[in-house]
Nanobody, 111 residues
Framework: QVQLVESGGGLVQPGGSLRLSCAVS????????VGWFRQAPGKEREFVAQ???????AYLASVKGRFTISRDNGKNTVYLQMNSLKPEDTAVYYC?????WGRGTQVTVSS
């Protein structure tokens, strides 16, 4: 059974940075795509970033250039480095592998 555990969220001021981690167990990441999604209060869950098994990456237009997704296959962990954070980035961030989802980590950007 695949299990995903997100961490690294918190409260940060606008312009600040956070690095989210997604630790995966029960499934190797070497040949699978991993995605980050987010859901803000009152809004639908939306795609944020994805890294493919070949390390190709894709991003939501509004985060491109500010967020970077990466993976460490040895640690079976995927990261989301978030820089220049804005209040509109406030959301619960979720990790996804195939049909498995983590419980999410809260990111709040506020002064």
């Amino acid at each position: 059974q695949v299990q995903l555990v997100e961490s690294g969220g918190g409260l940060v001021q606008p312009g600040g940075s956070l690095r989210l981690s997604c630790a995966v167990s029960g499934r190797t990441l070497r040949n699978v795509a991993v995605g980050w999604f987010r859901q803000a209060p009152g809004k639908e869950r939306e795609f944020v970033a994805q890294i493919s098994w070949g390390d190709f990456t894709a991003y939501l237009a509004s985060v491109k250039g500010r967020f970077t997704i990466s993976r460490d296959n040895g640690k079976n962990t995927v990261y989301l480095q978030m820089n220049s954070l804005k209040p509109e980035d406030t959301a619960v961030y979720y990790c996804n592998v195939e049909t498995a989802w983590g419980r999410g980590t809260q990111v709040t950007v506020s002064s």
